[in-house]
């Protein structure tokens, strides 16, 4: 289910999917992308996309790496992958898990 998230006072949405990769040649070829295989920023459309299988830890870290991303869009992305790493890390140490999805 799409999720609605404010992210530098815009509003985007936040969609976990079967395939981000392939779901990327979906948008136009004005469209400016930070993606990877498992998790994409998508503007001006306002979307990210991540895959929905990946496992708890791995999730929050794509979820954050990519948030990252449009906080900051044009920082390098050896310093976003770290950046997200160490989040993910902390927060899951915390105690932060992902809501429970249901399949349809
Ligand atoms: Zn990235």
Request: charged share 35%; hydrophobic share 35%.
């Amino acid at each position: 289910m799409p999720t609605d998230v404010f992210l530098n006072r815009e509003g985007w949405t936040v969609e976990h999917v079967d395939d981000p990769a392939t779901r990327v040649s979906e948008y136009g070829e004005h469209s400016e992308f930070r993606n990877h295989k498992d998790g994409v920023a998508i503007k001006p459309e306002n979307v990210i996309l991540i895959n929905e299988d990946l496992p708890g830890p791995d999730r929050l870290e794509m979820e954050i790496h990519e948030m990252l991303h449009v906080l900051d869009w044009d920082r390098p992305e050896d310093q976003i992958h770290a950046r997200a790493e160490e989040l993910a890390a902390a927060l899951w140490r915390l105690g932060w898990r992902p809501r429970k999805r249901v399949r349809q």
